[in-house]
């Protein structure tokens, strides 16, 4: 029996429990500290300067009049920053940057709202203002610059991405022609923005050749690496700290030019330096989701076979960097007929460069799909709960051709609809009514890849009697710190209050990015093995001479919830019968703690199966005509998502997450005028994302059973599967009251009229 299949046999003891967020309280009282809370004596404030033109040259730069402001220390830009190098911009090797043009490289204006110019005073205020008089003239400003995808297919200047072949099985097309049964639609996406409540800030400070930075941030080892590669020095000579972490969303996973920015003028003005992005900044310089535009064709057979599916997809990215929304990427795997293509575009417009935002692809290409299979369900007049029974693929990938190493997404529809009360819809639109209201119900399917990455944990058991848990990887909200001391404490057999957790520092073990939901499949085993090997080192210390064990073997000894034991009672008396809490068994040694290591390995499941993670939403929406007043009333989900570790943290998840589809389907939307090609809605004012009286009833189930395959305790990541499918449900769910078949996000009242 492996230690894997020992473990799922085993009840838990608090993994899967209702344990309060450990961090909860540090959180709540202040005393978390983030990025921007860090002040060090003698420290100064830059404030960004930021192009106003989306395309052109920067001119002239009016510097001195500036100069002369109170508390200012310099004025730095195209022609005088410090020289910078280009990351090689590649995720193996930690070095992915948000943009590969360094900030202030050349002359050249690429989109309103890049970094122009930065001004560093004393104080924050000082350098707000000094900022905001900075005049800067530009040549070759070009209004009407492209900003948008544009109508049409043959979408301006669309190219295919580099390592995005075109995925074709079959033929789609003669398929799709001959089929009795068509849908043939084309739905859209605007440009959204992370706006995680945290700002993006950097503090940075230089001392003896080696940078300190503390950032708030997805990923300290890959800040580390690609802000070295960027400055030209050793990764070894710069430590990231992002302890805490107000939202990232995918918004704070790479670099961006501010980071750069306040590490090179820390240096270069020999003070500690902090820069803060104002709200508006992020809507230009720390990327975005892009618009997207998506062609949906199905085809089926008149009894609801599904025999063609094409998914083409159009995204936006930017003049410096490629940046693929992989709209199409889970359409084959879910439903692959064996006629099917997918094919993804960009599009370059004078935009900041888009970046993954939660399940990136999937958020708007779930969007796409699951409002064209509700829109065949209606052609067919079929239940669409049905239709996704029949054409869904619950054994194996269809992309990658593999069975899934566990999928329970039959499961997900029937306990959702059942709980839902789905066998009392009508059909009919407009049919269900409540008072002045039209209830309208819709569904869809959730899913996102189970994606586990590498981690190197260290696990100390410490002569205070607590534990501590060791890793570079970190907590960007999602429950990170609570995973880990769950862990801990299961296989340790102590309190979760003995288990303190260190992450959010780059000098850590190596450990994942936050991103990709794949942090909690990732860490999850091996901090268990880092823990079991901790105790190995404590057996080895009880049995050492001069130790309460000596002279026994450490293989007798056993570990008992933080009690060692002698297995053969008989053998010794004393201590060994009683049994020795390990603090004294290492205050007896002198030994303030031993350590236990562990490394992830290949998953060679992964060769044999494919991971994913799945659910269903069933939504209903409230429409009342005669107010024009449309509410998310009511969300009933369930989800596969593997072993559930920390309850409260992964219902707290798919709540969010939800939340955000919320937003996603009725309200968010980035929009740029078109003459200038700024964002017009660059604050939390007019970017309308959605609060507490928006929140729907929800009733979420987490089927919580372990994947066999993907590693010790079968827990599959839960950080962006509850944003898949929401949005297409609410958007099948306002059809459904409506009749309006709405293709194009947000869903304002407006298009309903
Ligand atoms: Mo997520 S978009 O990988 O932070």
Request: aromatic share 6%; proline share 5%.
């Amino acid at each position: 029996m492996s230690a894997t299949d020992h473990f799922f046999a085993m009840p838990t003891h608090v993994i899967g429990k209702d344990i309060p967020r450990v961090d909860g309280r540090a959180k709540v009282t202040g005393r978390a500290h983030y990025a921007a809370d860090n002040v060090f004596a003698g420290i100064v404030h830059a404030y960004g300067v930021m192009s106003t033109v989306a395309d052109g040259r920067v001119a002239e730069i009016e510097a001195a009049p500036v100069l002369a402001l109170p508390g200012v220390l310099g004025v730095w830009h195209h022609e005088n920053f410090p020289q910078l190098h280009r990351s090689p911009n590649e995720m193996k090797s930690g070095t992915r940057v948000g943009e590969v043009r360094p900030p202030f490289e050349d002359d050249r204006v690429y989109y309103a709202g890049q970094f122009v110019a930065v001004v560093v005073a004393e104080t924050f205020e000082q350098a707000r203002a000094a900022a905001r008089r900075l005049r800067i003239r530009y040549a070759e400003a070009k209004m009407d610059a492209p900003v948008t995808l544009g109508a049409g297919e043959d979408a301006r200047g669309a190219h295919a991405p580099e390592g995005h072949e075109d995925e074709r099985h079959g033929d789609a097309d003669n398929a799709f022609t001959a089929a009795a049964v068509q849908v043939d639609a084309t739905y859209t996406t605007p440009v959204e923005v992370h706006n995680p409540m945290e700002l993006h800030a950097t503090v940075a400070r230089w001392s003896g050749g080696k940078l300190e930075v503390h950032d708030s941030t997805q990923w300290v080892v890959g800040q580390r690496k690609s802000l070295a590669a960027v400055l030209g020095i050793d990764a070894e000579d710069i430590t990231v700290h992002a302890p805490f972490v107000g939202g990232g969303f995918g918004g704070k996973l790479f670099l961006w030019p501010h980071t750069v920015i306040a590490a090179a003028l820390a240096r270069e003005t020999g003070r500690p330096l902090k820069l803060v992005l104002e709200r508006r900044h992020t809507f230009t310089t720390v990327g975005h989701r892009p618009e997207t535009r998506q062609r949906l064709r199905l085809g089926a057979t008149t009894d609801g076979r599904l025999v063609s599916l094409r998914h083409d997809t159009w995204s936006q990215t930017s003049l410096v960097h490629e940046f693929v929304e992989s709209a199409g990427s889970t359409s084959i795997a879910i439903y692959g007929p064996p006629d099917a293509t997918v094919t993804h575009r960009v599009v370059r417009s004078n935009v900041g460069t888009p970046t993954p935002m939660r399940a990136p692809g999937a958020a708007s290409g779930t969007f796409a799909l699951e409002c064209a299979v509700d829109e065949l369900a209606i052609a067919l007049k079929q239940d669409p709960v049905e239709l996704r029974r029949r054409i869904t693929s619950f054994d194996r990938d269809r992309k990658k051709n593999l069975p899934w190493s566990s999928c329970r997404l039959a499961e997900c529809l029937n306990i959702a609809s059942r709980k839902f009360g789905w066998e009392r819809r009508d059909a009919e639109p407009g049919s269900m009514r409540e008072g002045g209201e039209i209830l309208g119900w819709g569904m869809a399917t959730a899913t996102w890849p189970a994606e586990t990455g590498e981690a190197h944990v260290r696990v100390q058991l410490r002569d205070d009697g607590t534990a501590r848990v060791c890793c570079a990887t970190q907590d960007i909200g999602t429950g990170t710190y609570s995973v880990m001391a769950v862990t801990a404490a299961e296989v340790l057999g102590l309190p979760v209050e003995k288990i303190s957790v260190v992450i959010g520092d780059s000098s850590l073990p190596t450990g994942p990015i936050s991103g990709g939901s794949m942090v909690t499949a990732t860490v999850v085993p091996v901090v268990a093995q880092a823990a079991r090997a901790a105790i190995g080192s404590l057996l080895q210390t009880a049995t050492a001479s001069g130790a309460p064990f000596a002279g026994q073997n450490p293989d007798a000894v056993a570990w008992d919830a933080g009690i060692l034991r002698a297995s053969d009672r008989a053998a010794g008396g004393g201590d060994s019968a009683r049994g020795v809490a390990f603090a004294d068994v290492l205050r007896s040694q002198r030994r303030a703690g031993v350590d236990g290591e562990a490394k992830s390995g290949d998953n060679a499941a992964e060769k044999t199966y494919s991971f994913r993670a799945f659910g269903a939403h069933f939504v209903e929406v409230r429409w009342d005509p005669a107010l024009a007043r449309l509410r998310v009333a009511r969300v009933v989900s369930a989800f596969d998502t593997g072993r559930i570790i920390h309850r409260k943290g992964a219902l707290n998840q798919i709540e969010g997450a939800i939340m955000m589809g919320v937003g996603m389907a009725l309200l968010e939307e980035s929009v740029y005028d078109r003459r200038w090609g700024r964002v017009v809605t660059d604050n939390l004012a007019d970017y309308l994302v959605p609060v507490n009286a928006d929140q729907p009833e929800m009733d979420i189930t987490l089927l919580d059973e372990p994947d066999p395959h993907i590693g010790e305790f079968g827990a599959k990541g839960m950080g962006e599967i509850g944003i898949t499918g929401i949005t297409a449900a609410i958007v099948n769910a306002i059809h459904h009251a409506t009749g309006r078949r709405v293709r194009d996000l947000p869903v304002t009242v407006e298009k309903l009229l």
